[in-house]
């Protein structure tokens, strides 16, 4: 009974000891439960997780990486697992390399920056730092113990001001950053470049340093009073560079806020615009002035005469425009050459100020056209006063050069407010009508505008749309007249003569399209179908047998100034099988009398190609005689002005006689144009004329016609000289 109770106590005892051993370890599982969970949160509340690295079974415990990936992570999980799952792969390496140097005792602690894989957002920037906390007998590293946080905000924060310093460094205009008393705090190298002044020179220092004297003190005040008030202040500033220098700079000053929202700065950025504003007011010069002359352009014209019309509206006045353009300008400045063309115009600009200086501007639009601008003309007649002083500036020749003087005259149109027109474009197109009409008045001449003008005008305008398109149309064609030796009665040669019959205004002479087209630059291109239709014409001849005829063509002066003529020719020649010495070229006095050596060596590149050339128009010039021998000239062709006149005693028998000995003197083949009579011909026989040319042996014909006409003449020839059986 006694051993019973022993041995029930004895269990009694085993059982409360067992209670109380449970007892002590749930309290201690609680403890420690409540002290994870008091660790959990105050990781949480740091933002940093904790681990334990296990170098003998390469397994990390860790506690608080929850929070760090907003998600599920094991409290235990393999070292390789968790480099190749949790840390990016381009980051591996490094993280692996970072434990191996501490391992290796490199390094006194474990410390990396990687990305770790997170729930929500993909990747966040995690930095580890730790170090070996137990060792084993022989020293070996056991355990690494360490800590993780999310530094993904950090780092953005460092990569944004590092890019943020970057770009100030790299920009081309200069940046400063002052502080609220206005001293610097940073600058970049631009400043430094602009300023001439360097960091350790400036910072610390104020903003008046770069105060220029062309801003009095109030302007500065003002500047650092509007900053202080709103934050933010532009304008164009100069400032005084380190060498006492200025310059004009374009300057962008706003505040700097900082984490409160604060005003803690002020960050300046500058640009020197010294360059551009003298490009702006270059531009502006030349958009107002004329580069060459310094007479006011077409721009500042307008606006002055705008505001002219403005005043005479108002005290019921007028406003008078002169439109000037220099005769046969073109001509001298072709044969002359640009240079001499400018200086001349220069002369011009001098002398038309110097003419109306007491009564209004002068300004040149273009070329040889200049406009006089008469404000509040007292009458008509001080109109025509001025006009007449403008015309005046040109009845003494204008010296080139040492040897050379030009003699021009110009041609005036005039336009009048309110008049003529109400608004400037008005009057000045107004006034251009009415100086063409001065120039078809026989130039050197003054004509005011009228609605008779401006139908003509209109009618020009529309001549010059359908010569555009005529060489498309197919609108022209060649007629050809015959030319006659006086000596042996055969036809020589045959000149090809421009026709066009346009479809919308019928047939236009060549004295109305040929001046036109001239002056558009389209004779060129006509030239140049004149050329392929003459000599293919010629080729076509030459076929039925008439080798020894030849074609005399027309040549303009700016074919012969700007056209290849030469080469032109010598493909034509080439591809029809024509004698070169079958073509002729007509020019006339004026495109090569001149200092001028573009064309005479134009001459001589026609010359040595074997053609024939010939001076068109002979006597009506004003050529020299020494100068004319130097031209590779065969022909002359005396004017028909001077052949009307001949006749039994008639004044001008011994000038035509005269001509003719004086071309056979330098070895020259004289033809007559315009022979209309048999009179005409009897007379130039017995002057010793070589060839005629006129109505009296047959009128431009056609193609077909004159083909048919020189076969006739062919034929009557052969028939005379056929002796009778």
């Not at 940093?48 to 907003?70: K, M, R």
Request: aromatic share 8%.
């Amino acid at each position: 009974m006694g051993l019973l109770l022993l041995s029930i106590g004895f269990t009694l005892v085993l059982l409360v000891f067992a209670w109380l051993v449970k007892r002590r370890a749930t309290l201690m599982q609680d403890q420690i439960d409540g002290q994870r969970r008091d660790l959990g949160l105050a990781l949480r509340g740091t933002g940093e997780a904790i681990w334990i690295w296990h170098l003998d079974t390469q397994e990390i415990t860790q506690v608080g990486f929850e929070p760090l990936v907003e998600g599920e992570f094991p409290k235990r999980i393999n070292a390789i697992e968790f480099i190749q799952v949790f840390i990016h792969p381009e980051d591996a390496p490094d993280f692996q390399q970072a434990i191996d140097e501490h391992l290796r005792g490199d390094t006194a602690a474990f410390d990396v920056s990687y990305r770790l894989r997170h729930y929500r957002k993909g990747w966040i920037w995690i930095n580890s730092r730790g170090r070996v906390v137990e060792h084993g007998p022989h020293r070996q590293p056991l355990r690494i113990a360490g800590a993780s946080k999310d530094i993904s905000h950090s780092r953005d924060s460092e990569s944004e001001s590092r890019i943020a310093l970057e770009v100030m460094r790299s920009m081309a205009e200069a940046v400063a950053v002052v502080d609220l008393h206005f001293q610097f705090v940073s600058i970049n190298p631009t400043f430094s470049k602009i300023t001439g002044y360097s960091r350790d020179e400036i910072i610390g220092k104020g903003g008046h340093l770069l105060n220029s004297d062309q801003h009095d003190p109030q302007f500065y005040e003002d500047v650092q009073r509007q900053l202080q008030e709103t934050g933010h202040w532009s304008g164009e500033l100069w400032q005084k560079r380190k060498d006492e220098g200025e310059f004009l700079s374009q300057v962008d000053v706003s505040e700097v806020l900082d984490s409160r929202g604060q005003r803690s700065h002020f960050v300046a950025v500058v640009s020197d615009i010294t360059d551009r504003k003298r490009i702006e007011q270059e531009l502006i010069q030349l958009a107002k002035y004329d580069a060459l002359t310094g007479l006011p352009s077409r721009g500042l014209l307008i606006e002055r005469l705008s505001k002219a019309i403005i005043k005479a509206r108002r005290s019921q006045g007028r406003v008078a425009v002169l439109f000037l353009d220099l005769d046969n300008f073109k001509n001298i400045n072709d044969s002359l050459g640009h240079t001499a063309g400018d200086r001349l115009l220069v002369v011009v600009a001098q002398r038309l100020l110097a003419a109306t200086r007491d009564f209004g501007m002068v300004a040149r639009l273009s070329g040889d056209e200049f406009v006089i601008m008469v404000e509040a003309p007292e009458s008509d007649r001080q109109i025509s006063e001025v006009a007449s002083r403008v015309l005046a500036q040109f009845s003494n020749p204008i010296l080139l050069s040492e040897n050379h003087a030009a003699n021009l005259t110009g041609s005036i149109g005039v336009s009048v407010f309110p008049d003529h027109a109400q608004t400037p474009s008005d009057l000045l197109k107004f006034a251009d009508i009415a100086m063409y009409q001065a120039k078809t008045e026989g130039r050197n001449t003054v004509q005011y505008f009228s609605e008779e003008m401006d139908a003509k005008s209109r009618h020009r305008a529309q001549l010059l749309g359908a010569l555009k398109m005529a060489l498309i149309r197919d609108e022209f064609q060649l007629h050809f007249q015959p030319r006659l030796s006086l000596e042996t009665g055969n036809i020589t040669s045959v000149e090809a003569l421009l026709r066009w019959n346009s479809a919308e205004m019928g047939s236009i002479g060549p004295d109305v399209f040929i001046p036109l087209a001239e002056e558009s630059g389209q004779i060129i291109e006509i030239g140049e179908w004149v050329l392929k239709e003459a000599i293919g014409t010629l080729s076509r001849w030459h076929g039925f047998g008439l080798n020894h005829l030849g074609m005399s063509i027309n040549v303009s002066a700016l074919q012969l100034l700007r056209s290849k003529l030469a080469g032109q020719i010598s493909i034509l020649i080439e591809k029809y099988a024509i004698p070169e010495y079958c073509i002729e070229l007509e020019i006339t006095e004026s495109m090569v009398l001149s200092q001028n050596s573009q064309p005479l060596s134009n001459l001589w590149a026609l010359k040595d190609l074997g053609v024939t050339l010939s001076l068109d128009d002979f006597g009506t010039g004003y050529s020299s005689l020494s100068y004319l021998k130097q031209l590779p000239i065969d022909t002359l062709k005396i004017d028909k002005s001077f052949i009307r006149e001949i006749g039994p005693n008639a004044n001008d028998n011994m000038l035509v006689e005269t001509i003719i000995a004086l071309g056979h003197s330098l070895g020259m083949v004289m033809i007559a144009e315009g022979v209309e009579s048999e009179q005409h011909l009897q007379m130039l026989k017995q002057f010793g004329c070589d060839e005629i040319q006129g109505y009296w042996l047959s009128r431009p014909l056609p193609a077909e016609q004159c083909l048919a006409f020189i076969q006739e003449h062919e034929q009557r020839r052969r028939t005379l000289s056929t002796p009778a059986a």
